[in-house]
């Protein structure tokens, strides 16, 4: 079931407020705002992030990320920008698994 959980998880990253929205049908970290990534990679790959619909988006380019809470610092490893999605797409599963969280 691809549905998108009722959380919002906000970043604070070079002064301005990101927001990622948690998605337990995502599989990977998706965002179109280059704001929201660091050590940015362009992707030079033909893979693209397929929607529900069966279309296709273009990935630009690959990166990490981070979102800061008060207490930690959360990893957000390969991100793909993919500049024609509508939200940052936070990968509950992997977001759990390389936070070592649950």
């Known amino acids: 079931m691809k549905t998108n959980a009722n959380l919002a998880f906000n970043n604070t990253h070079n002064d301005t407020l990101a927001t990622w929205f948690s ?3 995502a599989y990977r970290y998706v965002t179109p705002d280059l704001l929201n990534m660091n050590n940015l990679e362009l992707y030079l790959g033909n893979d693209q992030l397929h929607m529900k619909n069966g279309n296709g988006l273009a990935i630009s380019s690959v990166s990490h990320s981070t979102i800061h809470t008060c207490k930690h610092i959360f990893t957000l490893l390969n991100v ?3 500049p024609y999605i509508k939200k940052p797409l936070l990968s509950i599963q992997k ?3 390389e936070n070592n969280i649950f």
């Open 95 to 97: 977001f759990c698994l």
């Open 23 to 25: 998605n337990t049908g």
């Open 80 to 82: 793909l920008h993919v």
